[in-house]
């Protein structure tokens, strides 16, 4: 009867430890030294997709396939030799796929001493190192952001002048050489221009300013853009819904996002043609997207996705997609800002990206944007000021560069502006109080020593509430500004911006509304 007893209590003991080491969330297994599977648990047999019975009748070798054995037979073979040792291995398994796994190697040794196996205990660590890798990148985009922000400004400042200077020059140019290159300077301005918006874009977030807009007026206008610039070889495939909803987001910024995705599915077709589609589409999420997009979250989203029947991305390189100056492309013909920008832009939309992509297969990137549930408003077409619409209006331009200051004259004074300059906001008091009713426009910088924009912006309102107002940057935008600030300026213009850009926004500007009070003299 005690034997009944021992033998029952016996089989009690191997059932508890049989569901123990079944519950567990991890891989365990007891290798013997000829690499055969003595144990293993059910965890084991769901990462190989197989039967238990299947996986105990195998070499451990043949098991896990030949490059994930290379991998860990050195360190089973320390373990058997007596060594207790723990690992981390990227491994490729059957049905679990490419998983980052954290295994510890212990010796199993008889009451002799002798070691008689091993037992490897192995975690899945993928999702940490995932989410390890999103904290560097963010990291690297915060350092990569501090810089772009400190020399933006003055990057700015210096092509601000040369942006304005080619419409300056040409109607005294009349030789079609000479106007060629006025037209390279300004294309590379541009392009310089371009390439610190990106930067800025990606490093410290974009500041969108957001309404209400369908997604598919976006990718037609893209579209057309593109029409002309693909070669023949790939086609162009539009999916629209019938029934648009709306996303709150800035236009110019998804055109952007649209452009940078095109641009490299084209590239990605262009040794042997394909097919380009632009879809959009209304998605319910239920739950989070994989593990590959830590920030999902579930809701409703306008789901933007680019695909190409191209040449894929290599799975090394997926990781890095996102990472700045990283690009597979020949030299010169990438800066490896475009989707890092694109990357950034949609994050300040409150959306996501998820990248799917296999080497001969062609590559979608699928764009999720919170629906809204405003309706899109009616574009109104820009304001253009015409020749000679100065009328003799005063103008005070306010910025601690000369060059800019002496650009942005020369254009006012061939529209029939007239002009005062300061060079820092206590000079800019000294010419509101020498004449006050006489300044109808005043366009200041906001980054400026001794007095900055910010500051004379407050005495300027305080002085003159309805007077307009154009503020300048090249490194603050208005969403950075404080709310008092931000309401007492009617137009924002980023730098560096051409004449018809400050021409148009002079053009929107309000009325200026008379003084109603006497004028304090400048600050002290």
Same mark, same amino acid.
């Given at each position: 009867?005690?034997? /009944?007893? !021992?033998?029952? +209590?016996?089989?009690?003991?191997?059932?508890?430890?049989?569901? @123990?080491?079944?519950?567990?969330?991890?891989? @365990? !297994?007891?290798?013997?030294?000829?690499?055969?599977?003595?144990?293993?648990?059910?965890?084991? $047999?769901?990462?190989?997709?197989?039967?238990? $019975?299947? *996986?105990?009748?195998?070499?451990?070798?043949?098991?896990?396939?030949?490059? +994930?054995?290379?991998?860990?037979?050195?360190?089973?073979?320390?373990?058997?030799?007596?060594?207790?040792?723990?690992?981390?291995?990227?491994?490729?398994? &059957?049905? $679990?796929?490419?998983?980052?796994?954290?295994?510890?190697?212990?010796?199993?040794?008889?009451?002799?001493?002798?070691?008689?196996?091993?037992?490897?205990? +192995?975690?899945? *660590?993928?999702?940490?190192?995932?989410?390890?890798?999103?904290?560097?990148?963010?990291?690297?985009?915060?350092?990569?952001?501090?810089?772009?922000?400190?020399?933006?400004?003055?990057?700015?400042?210096?092509?601000?002048?040369?942006?304005?200077?080619?419409?300056?020059?040409?109607?005294?140019?009349?030789?079609?050489?000479?106007?060629?290159?006025?037209?390279?300077?300004?294309?590379?301005?541009? &392009?310089?221009?371009?390439?610190?918006k990106q930067l800025l874009a990606f490093g410290r977030?974009?500041?969108?300013? &957001?309404?209400?807009?369908?997604? %598919?007026?976006? /990718?037609?206008?893209?579209?057309?853009?593109?029409?002309?610039?693909?070669?023949?070889?790939?086609?162009?495939?539009?999916?629209?819904?019938?029934?648009?909803?709306?996303?709150?987001?800035?236009?110019?910024?998804?055109?952007?996002?649209?452009?940078?995705?095109?641009?490299?599915?084209?590239?990605?077709?262009?040794?042997?043609?394909?097919?380009?589609?632009?879809?959009?589409?209304?998605?319910?999420?239920?739950?989070?997207?994989?593990?590959?997009?830590?920030?999902?979250?579930?809701?409703?989203?306008?789901?933007?996705?680019?695909?190409?029947?191209?040449?894929?991305?290599?799975?090394?390189?997926?990781?890095?997609?996102?990472?700045?100056?990283? #690009?597979?492309?020949?030299?010169?013909?990438?800066?490896?800002?475009?989707?890092?920008?694109?990357?950034?832009?949609?994050?300040?939309?409150?959306?996501?990206?998820? /990248?799917?992509?296999?080497?001969?297969?062609?590559?979608?990137?699928r764009v999720f944007l919170p629906e809204s549930n405003?309706?899109? !408003?009616?574009?109104?077409?820009?304001?253009?000021?015409?020749?000679?619409? %100065?009328?003799?209006?005063?103008?005070?331009?306010?910025?601690?560069?000369?060059?800019?200051?002496?650009?942005?004259?020369?254009?006012?004074?061939?529209?029939?502006?007239?002009?005062?300059?300061?060079?820092?906001?206590?000079?800019?008091?000294?010419?509101?109080?020498?004449? #006050?009713?006489?300044?109808?426009?005043?366009?200041?910088?906001?980054?400026?020593?001794?007095?900055?924009?910010?500051?004379?912006? &407050?005495?300027?309102?305080?002085?003159?509430?309805?007077?307009?107002? *154009?503020? @300048?940057?090249?490194?603050?935008?208005?969403?950075?500004?404080?709310?008092?600030?931000?309401?007492? *300026?009617?137009?924002?213009?980023?730098? =560096?911006?051409? $004449?018809?850009?400050?021409?148009?926004?002079? %053009?929107?500007?309000?009325?200026?509304?008379?003084?109603?009070?006497?004028?304090?003299? =400048?600050?002290?």
């Amino acid at each position: 009867m005690e034997r /009944v007893h !021992a033998e029952q +209590a016996l089989r009690h003991r191997e059932h508890q430890l049989r569901l @123990i080491i079944d519950t567990v969330p991890a891989l @365990i !297994a007891h290798i013997d030294p000829t690499y055969r599977c003595r144990l293993i648990n059910q965890t084991f $047999a769901l990462w190989f997709d197989e039967p238990l $019975a299947t *996986i105990l009748s195998r070499l451990l070798p043949e098991q896990v396939g030949a490059a +994930a054995w290379q991998e860990i037979q050195p360190f089973i073979d320390r373990a058997l030799a007596g060594e207790a040792l723990v690992h981390e291995h990227d491994l490729v398994l &059957r049905a $679990a796929g490419h998983r980052c796994l954290s295994i510890c190697y212990s010796p199993d040794r008889d009451a002799a001493g002798t070691v008689r196996g091993i037992v490897i205990l +192995a975690n899945d *660590i993928t999702s940490r190192k995932q989410l390890e890798a999103q904290l560097l990148r963010s990291q690297r985009l915060e350092v990569v952001g501090r810089l772009a922000g400190g020399v933006a400004h003055d990057l700015n400042n210096i092509l601000q002048p040369v942006l304005m200077a080619p419409e300056l020059l040409r109607p005294a140019i009349h030789d079609a050489e000479t106007l060629q290159l006025v037209d390279t300077i300004e294309t590379s301005v541009r &392009r310089g221009a371009e390439i610190i918006k990106q930067l800025l874009a990606f490093g410290r977030g974009t500041e969108a300013c &957001r309404v209400p807009l369908h997604l %598919g007026s976006v /990718v037609t206008e893209t579209i057309s853009m593109l029409g002309g610039t693909f070669p023949k070889d790939i086609a162009l495939r539009c999916e629209l819904p019938a029934q648009p909803s709306t996303v709150l987001g800035d236009s110019t910024q998804l055109h952007q996002v649209l452009m940078n995705l095109c641009v490299n599915a084209r590239d990605a077709m262009r040794t042997t043609g394909g097919t380009l589609t632009l879809r959009v589409e209304s998605v319910l999420l239920v739950q989070p997207v994989p593990d590959s997009v830590p920030e999902s979250r579930p809701g409703r989203y306008q789901v933007l996705t680019v695909a190409d029947t191209g040449t894929g991305i290599l799975p090394e390189n997926l990781p890095r997609l996102f990472d700045p100056f990283f #690009t597979t492309k020949d030299v010169g013909e990438g800066t490896g800002l475009g989707l890092p920008t694109v990357l950034g832009i949609v994050r300040s939309h409150d959306g996501f990206l998820h /990248v799917a992509s296999r080497p001969g297969h062609g590559s979608a990137f699928r764009v999720f944007l919170p629906e809204s549930n405003e309706a899109a !408003a009616p574009s109104a077409p820009p304001a253009v000021l015409p020749p000679n619409a %100065g009328a003799g209006r005063l103008v005070l331009v306010v910025d601690d560069e000369a060059p800019v200051r002496e650009l942005i004259r020369h254009t006012l004074l061939r529209h029939d502006f007239q002009v005062r300059e300061a060079a820092n906001g206590a000079e800019a008091l000294v010419q509101l109080a020498l004449e #006050t009713s006489a300044i109808a426009i005043v366009i200041v910088d906001l980054l400026m020593p001794i007095l900055d924009g910010t500051d004379f912006i &407050r005495e300027l309102r305080a002085r003159r509430p309805g007077l307009p107002l *154009i503020a @300048i940057s090249g490194h603050l935008g208005p969403q950075r500004l404080a709310p008092d600030v931000f309401e007492a *300026i009617h137009i924002f213009l980023p730098k =560096p911006f051409d $004449a018809a850009q400050l021409l148009a926004a002079l %053009g929107r500007l309000p009325s200026p509304a008379p003084p109603d009070s006497p004028v304090a003299g =400048p600050l002290e």
